[in-house]
């Protein structure tokens, strides 16, 4: 008689472990068409820090578009990908693609802020020493800001 209660006590924990494996399967955060959100949004995340620790990058951002407020999203993006902003403001005239201008010579910054735009700027040189910046970004139509979570 002790045997086959024991056999059921077995038979029991069994059912009771698959029961809740099932459960688990079932509830639990990744599921498959989770996990696809979650490759779907870290391939939509921006280049973040671009800007070597240590460095110290100052740009000016400008808004080279009718866009109102284009200038403080190009502000936020810089800032995150580690370029210090020092000024911001628009730019004369309306340009369709992103400008980089590198105003104290050095090129590499200026591969370091298309790489932070998402690759698509030119680059060109225009050496400036009466101005407080390494770079000046001037914010094309075609840029488009990286996404960002609602702030309230």
Known sequence: ?????????????LGAVLVGGGLWWALRDGTPEGTARMVEAERAKPV?????????????VLNGTGTR??????TTAMRDAGFDVVATGNWPG????SLVLVRTGNAEWGALAVRALGGEARVEARPDTSRYVDLTIVLGARWRPPPQPLDP
């Not at 973040?48 to 000016?60: A, L, S």
């Open 48 to 60: 973040r820090r671009v800007v070597p620790n240590g460095t110290r990058i100052r740009v000016e």
């Open 94 to 97: 309306p340009l369709d693609s």
């Open 1 to 13: 008689m002790a045997v086959s209660l024991h056999k059921k006590g077995r038979w029991i924990l």
């Open 69 to 74: 407020g284009l200038a403080r999203r190009g």
